[in-house]
């Protein structure tokens, strides 16, 4: 059984950094994705980021638009733990963030919360101005 807990959440000024983990367990795939997506109140769930990981080793990961430069996914295969190191958070970054697994590397419709198969709880992260 797949088990992801996300951990890291809290509040922030505008500006700020928080480091968001994954801890993942379970997984017994060669080739698999983790992704970092958030959900905002009244707002649809949005994919941030995705790595693929094989045999433990990081090999590609994506970026939405709107974190790029600001936002870091990386990967401790030791610790079996993805990060999403955030920085210049903003207001509008205020959000429950999630992270999903799949069972194959990043899709080229990566962000599409449908391709995961597992989700964690969810960790909130309030930032403000």
């Known amino acids: 059984e797949v088990r992801l807990v996300e951990s890291g959440g809290g509040s922030v000024q505008a500006g700020g950094s928080l480091r968001l983990s994954c801890a993942a367990s379970?997984?017994?795939?060669?080739?698999?994705?983790i992704g970092w997506f958030r959900q905002a109140p009244g707002k649809e769930r949005e994919g941030l980021s995705c790595?693929?990981?094989?045999?433990?080793?990081?090999?590609?990961?994506y970026y939405v638009d709107f974190v790029k430069g600001r936002f870091t996914i990386s990967n401790d295969n030791a610790k079996n733990t993805v990060y999403l190191q955030m920085n210049s958070l903003k207001p509008d970054d205020t959000a429950v963030y999630y992270c999903?697994?799949?069972?194959?590397?990043?899709?080229?419709?990566?962000?599409?919360?449908?391709?995961?198969?597992?989700w964690g709880q969810g960790t909130q992260v309030t930032v403000s101005s």
């Open positions: 790595i693929s990981i094989t045999d433990g080793t990081d090999r590609n990961s």
């Open positions: 999903a697994s799949d069972s194959r590397p990043c899709s080229a419709t990566w962000y599409f919360q449908d391709e995961y198969e597992n």
């Open positions: 379970g997984l017994t795939f060669d080739d698999y994705a």
